[in-house]
């Protein structure tokens, strides 16, 4: 009973330091209606000189009148209905809390948000759409810096900035990606280095055409390879000897040695050394480095007191074997058709166009666009002998780059309402794009932009129909890629460092393998092969040999995953899952108290405020084996008032996860002492285990409802606000009701927040002072 | 002939400093005389001030850090500032500066958020988990934007860099939008300037791609005017129908586009030769440490080729967790700055502390290295050396620890302000020994001169 008090204390006080916090104090009526309600179930507590959580409501009661905010605040709490504490025995009932949030909307438009009407696409939509229109394997994600997070996800507009930095990188993605799709017809011409180009590490100087080392050291020198191939390297090289042993050269390339030579030449009859294979495309880089440095300097002969080595061109020639032709040039040229360059650049311009900008393209744009290529690539007026074959990769190339960093295609526009237009509802072409970037992480494929044109996704019945069959693309994959590893924590997993000694077998590749099992169920959820609620309550899981052997099951037969049956003692779905547990871990050891936060914030959806500062976090284990478990220290949190509100409830969940190691072993004891896993809740009720855990959750909505708003979050790019609660809660018992993700998916994109602009953005700003006058 | 001279090798090992050769000095041919500035720059007595901000993480172990001062009011090294011994007469040690907007104000939890969007701009950033995210126009900016205004060119306006990227899943602190963690450097009050983590990524923007041949290079500056022109025609043309309160992204798309534009003709301009200079971005081991080092050594070459006057280095990310196992440490950075007094802790949080000096005495060695008419850069550099927590236990945010080193003055102090004073005094400062002449910035009710 105490517990729960501290824990009503802990709520209101988030909320009292609010209501101090807004210094512009609007006073607003406090509802005739809801005034029963306050004086029957809130006054008790909070009223007098020492009102719980610093909130007075007698007064306000009394006077008729409520700062807004704390109005507002109230509704939040009647909303949740988490006020008064859930062990009151006298609570309003479903109705009347219903009836005091409404009576509160009525009096105060409930706070409503809209994303931004230009939007840009994050670094997964962006490289998505890449690998889908243009049918390349070329790893673009990797080309640009990861996005911010908002609201816990990259696709939030209002953190997706766009400051020169990215539009940089977006741009030199652009040229490598078109220079990899639109390599130069023929053979390059030879590349040759220079002496005086080389890059030094070590002593020495450039005379006479060879750059010297006097010491050990590299020469390196850079070149692009603009197609990947078989390419012949030559190196010429000599020597000044001393010593016993010839001078020795390391050859590498890209890093890599891939030869060693004795350099016997001297100075005035250079050697060559010559190296063919594989190189990709980009920057390489080929390197001689000398090995075998010697001096005496007390040699009488001045000729013999020092080994010195020198190179002097480097030429790189190839590719050898590269066909100078790829599938995206195959297809342009389809495309394309017969005609002069212009004509087929306008065709491909058209065709690209449609597909990257999610709409048909007018004439004037066109023009527009073929004219950017051709001023780039023009042949000079007066040459004689045009290649047309040269003309047309170029032009290609740089259409294909112009397109890239294209504002209708890094941009997402949606025309906003105008004037006193309260709201607007999206048009297709609109439409189409924000289900293909919920759904796939991409732009729209034919059969939705022709959906779109054809007037289908005018109608809720439309927008569901594609939802529906976009499920089952492979593209939707994107959901457990992009949303499931966020929503739960896991995203870039692999980049955790865990403590070697502690969890040695945790590297890179066992962490991906622990992400990919999250995203396989999560794949089979989107799928519908399984209910959503299998999410936390499957007993079967699918593992590649390496998780096999962390759980302690079977090994697949053959290479891959294999479905097995998880242990008894291990919680349903991602309850059990190693990504998670590994996640909510730090890096020497399990934290109860990230499990308990974890499950209340994605599962619950019920944020804990954090702890307040110049609070210590518990000891390691040395000092736990003072004879404290680390149950036994964190029972100090709930003797600690400060604490206890909030860590009651989540060091019950978390410690309930204690037979689960922070690799994502089964133990069943620590430090020698055996593990209880039995922990009570706030309301008195028994968690055993995390199977206890996993019960507790699939005994209400609270699960379906923290998915709902998560996935709303994660398909509107913005945070939901007072306003959308209606529609969560409508999402969550639909799902509760039927129990398949593509119920969820099909609540929300037939939602008006998803098909229907308002005008809620006036108070918000332009991030700089303002464009300049647009001079054309 | 053919033959190189051995002479100058053999009085190096004679005098036994083989390693002690200068090994910028003499590989830097042409830089900043070449380059748009030099009318400007040539005709004036002195090279261009630079100003460099470096950030670091969840406070310090306040003990090991503070410095004492010897009778002569100058500071003697702590075990945190240890390694900065040989740059003593180079750094200032300043205490009782404060930033009372990164304290809470209401805003309840989320210290370590709003310690890093306070830093460079002094301002409570406001309270949101992504939407709607706002600060403060960061004092870098107000420096960059100020030499624009004065004429000076350079081919990046401000140069941001840091050893961890954005952040990945989750919920960074308290209910603040990562981007707050994760940049010091704001354009506008609403957009962070995001930073360029990879060393050699970071060498490869400043000073291009190696290996293009002229007429290849002139091409692409032809391919490239040509596109940057046909979008900003778009951009404009999309923003027609735009609103004011729609339009950051746009406005964002269009300045950048300038920027770039005005690249491609500053580096008609440029002479960006760096030769031998170029930092070995393959030999160097893959730990932190080798990685911030390397990247102050890219913005030692951006400020020496006059590529950009001002940037900004974040250490790591505001809150950051990472293990620091360089010097034994296997917990994360936050868990061992929470030292609740635990000896233990302490002297791992000490740890951290010290090896994130050492980065920053790494940096000064860089600066010191690269001459400019035969001085060390350091002397045109003012480096700001810094965290906006002071106690990384408490998340306390006064009496911050502030080093300010270089920039033509005698330094070595301990310059105590009265508790309290705004660290925006000292942005002020800072500004006006760089030529900006402010009086006025964030919190600022005076200057704190440098």
Not at chain 1, 233 to 261: C, M, P, S, W, Y
Not at chain 1, 263 to 280: C, K, N, Y
Not at chain 2, 328 to 356: M, T, W
Request: aromatic fraction near 4%; hydrophobic fraction near 40%; include cysteine.
């Amino acid at each position: 009973m105490r517990v729960s008090r501290l824990f009503a204390v802990a709520v209101l006080s988030v909320f009292a330091a609010r209501a101090v916090a807004s210094s512009s104090a609007d006073e607003v009526a406090i509802p005739a209606s809801i005034k029963p309600l306050l004086e029957a179930h809130c006054v008790d507590c909070h009223e007098g000189t020492k009102p719980k959580g610093g909130l007075e409501l007698a007064g306000p009661i009394g006077a008729g009148k409520i700062d807004e905010s704390v109005l507002r605040a109230l509704r939040k709490r009647l909303a949740k209905r988490d006020m008064p504490p859930a062990d009151e025995p006298e609570r309003p009932s479903l109705d009347e809390y219903r009836a005091a949030v409404s009576a509160i909307d009525a009096l105060l438009p409930p706070l409503a948000r809209e994303v931004a009407a230009v939007r840009r696409l994050n670094r997964v939509q962006y490289a998505n759409a890449v690998r889908d229109v243009f049918g390349t394997e070329i790893d673009v994600r990797e080309m640009l810096p990861r996005d911010e997070i908002g609201e816990g996800f990259d696709t939030t507009a209002d953190t997706l900035v766009l400051p020169t930095l990215v539009l940089e990188r977006y741009f030199v993605a652009a040229e490598e990606i078109a220079a990899q799709l639109v390599p130069p017809a023929g053979p390059a011409a030879p590349i040759t280095i220079a002496p005086d180009r080389l890059e030094r590490r070590g002593q020495g100087n450039t005379r006479d055409g060879l750059a010297w080392l006097w010491t050990n050291g590299t020469l390196t020198g850079a070149f692009e390879v603009k197609r990947a191939g078989r390419y012949r390297i030559t190196i010429e090289a000599a020597a000044q000897q001393a010593g016993n042993d010839v001078a020795r050269l390391a050859l590498l390339v890209d890093g890599k040695v891939v030869g060693e030579h004795a350099v016997e030449a001297t100075p005035r009859q250079p050697m060559t050394i010559t190296w063919e294979g594989a190189l990709s495309a980009g920057e390489s880089r080929v390197g001689a480095r000398f090995l075998n440095d010697f001096f005496a300097g007390e040699r009488a002969d001045p000729q013999r007191r020092d080994r010195n080595l020198a190179v002097g061109f480097i030429r790189v020639e190839g590719p050898l074997d590269a066909p100078s032709g790829t599938p995206f040039l195959d297809r342009a040229k389809v495309i394309a058709g017969e005609g002069p360059v212009p004509r087929r650049l306008r065709r491909v311009a058209g065709a690209l166009g449609e597909e990257l900008f999610r709409r048909p393209l007018s004439d004037a744009e066109h023009e527009a666009l073929v004219r950017t290529a051709r001023e780039a690539t023009a042949p000079e007026k007066g040459s004689k002998d045009r290649d047309l074959e040269r003309e047309w990769r170029d032009g290609l190339r740089v259409l294909v780059t112009a397109l890239l960093v294209d504002p209708r295609f890094l941009l997402r526009v949606e025309k906003p309402s105008k004037g006193a237009e309260a709201s607007r509802a999206l048009d297709g072409s609109e439409i189409a794009s924000r289900l293909s970037f919920f759904l796939w992480s991409s732009v729209p494929d034919a059969a939705l932009r022709s959906a779109a044109a054809r007037g289908e996704l005018d109608t809720p019945a439309g927008v569901a129909r594609e939802a529906r069959r976009m499920l089952k693309d492979p593209r939707a994959a994107s959901l457990s890629q992009r949303f499931a590893t966020q929503w739960l924590g896991i995203d870039g997993l692999e980049t955790r460092q865990m403590d070697p000694k502690v969890y040695p077998a945790l590297d890179a590749a066992l962490l991906a393998s622990m992400r990919r099992e999250t995203e396989r169920l999560f794949d089979s959820v989107v799928r519908g092969d399984r209910p959503v609620r299998a999410l936390i309550t499957t007993r079967e899981t699918e593992v590649d040999a390496a998780l096999a052997a962390l759980y302690g099951m079977e090994p697949p037969v053959e290479a891959g995953v294999a479905r097995r049956a998880i242990d008894d003692a291990r919680a349903g779905g991602v309850l059990g899952h190693a990504s998670v547990l590994v996640a909510t871990s730090n890096p020497t050891r399990t934290s109860p108290v990230k499990r308990g936060k974890w499950v209340l914030e994605a599962l619950l959806d019920e944020a804990p405020p954090p702890p307040p500062p110049g609070v210590p976090q518990l000891p390691e284990t040395k000092d736990a084996r003072h004879g404290l478990s680390v149950r036994e220290l964190m029972a100090e949190h709930r003797d600690n008032p400060d604490c206890a509100s909030c860590h009651v409830r989540m060091d019950a969940i978390g410690l309930a996860f204690e037979r689960l190691d922070a690799d994502g072993r089964f133990r069943s004891e620590f430090d020698g002492l055996s593990i209880d896993d039995s922990t009570e809740m706030p309301d008195g009720s028994v968690l055993r285990g995390a199977r206890g855990v996993e019960s507790m959750l699939a005994a209400s909505t609270s699960f379906e409802r923290s998915l709902a708003r998560h996935l709303l979050v994660y398909a509107l790019g913005r945070g939901t606000a007072d306003a959308d609660d209606v529609l969560v809660d409508r999402l969550a018992a639909d799902l509760a009701a039927k129990g398949d993700f593509a119920t969820l998916v099909e609540g929300i994109v037939t939602a008006d927040a998803f098909r229907i602009r308002t005008n809620l953005r006036d108070s918000a700003r332009s991030s700089l002072p303002s464009a300049r006058p647009a001079v054309d | 002939m053919r033959e190189p001279l051995i002479d100058r090798r053999t009085v190096l090992r004679g005098a036994g400093a083989a390693i002690a050769l200068p090994w910028l000095e003499a590989m830097l041919p042409r830089g900043i005389a070449s380059s748009a500035l030099a009318a400007t720059t040539a005709a004036e007595a002195a090279p261009p001030l630079r100003v460099a901000y470096l950030f670091f993480p969840n406070g310090v172990n306040v003990e090991a850090w503070t410095p004492t001062a010897d009778a002569r009011g100058l500071w003697v090294p702590s075990p945190t500032l240890a390694p900065l011994a040989d740059f003593r007469g180079d750094i200032d040690v300043y205490t009782g500066l404060r930033h009372r907007h990164a304290e809470a104000n209401g805003d309840g939890p989320g210290d370590h958020a709003r310690s890093a969007a306070c830093f460079l701009t002094g301002m409570q950033p406001k309270k949101t988990a992504g939407d709607d995210i706002r600060a403060g126009k960061s004092i870098d900016q107000v420096i960059a934007d100020d030499l624009a205004e004065q004429g000076v060119r350079t081919r990046l306006r401000s140069l941001e860099l840091g050893s961890e990227p954005a952040m990945t899943a989750g919920n960074c602190d308290s209910g603040y939008s990562c981007a707050y963690s994760a940049n010091i450097s704001w354009k506008s009050e609403s957009l962070p300037n995001g930073k360029e983590t990879d060393p050699r990524a970071a060498f490869d923007r400043i000073f291009g791609k190696r290996g293009q041949s002229p007429e290849e290079a002139a091409a692409q500056a032809r391919s490239r005017r040509s596109i940057l022109d046909g979008a900003a025609k778009e951009a404009r043309r999309l923003g027609m129908s735009i609103g004011a309160s729609d339009r950051a992204r746009l406005d964002e798309y269009l300045e950048g586009v300038r920027e770039l534009e005005g690249r491609l003709r500053e580096d008609a301009l440029a002479d960006l030769e760096v030769g031998d200079a170029v930092p070995d971005f393959d030999a160097a081991p893959r730990d932190i440490g080798s990685r911030i080092d390397l990247l102050g050594e890219v913005l030692a070459l951006a400020f020496k080729t006059d590529s950009t006057r001002v940037a900004t280095l974040m250490l790591a990310n505001e809150g950051s967790n990472r293990p620091y196992r360089e010097v034994g440490v296997s917990e994360g950075h936050h868990d061992v700055s929470h030292h609740g007094k635990n000896p233990e802790k302490l002297s791992k949080f000490a740890a951290i502390n010290r090896f994130q000096t050492e980065r920053f005495a790494a940096f000064l060695r860089a600066l010191t290295r690269v001459k400019e008419n035969g001085r060390p850069l350091l002397d045109s550099t003012i480096v700001m050396y810094g965290s906006a927590i002071n106690d990384g236990n408490r998340h306390n945010h006064d009496d911050l620890p502030i080093l300010v080193a270089g920039g033509r003055a005698k330094r070595g102090r301990v310059v105590a302000s009265a508790p309290g004073t705004p660290l925006c005094n000292l942005h002020v400062g800072i500004a006006r020994a760089a030529g900006v002449k402010i009086d006025r910035f964030g919190d600022a009710n005076g200057v704190v001169g440098i």
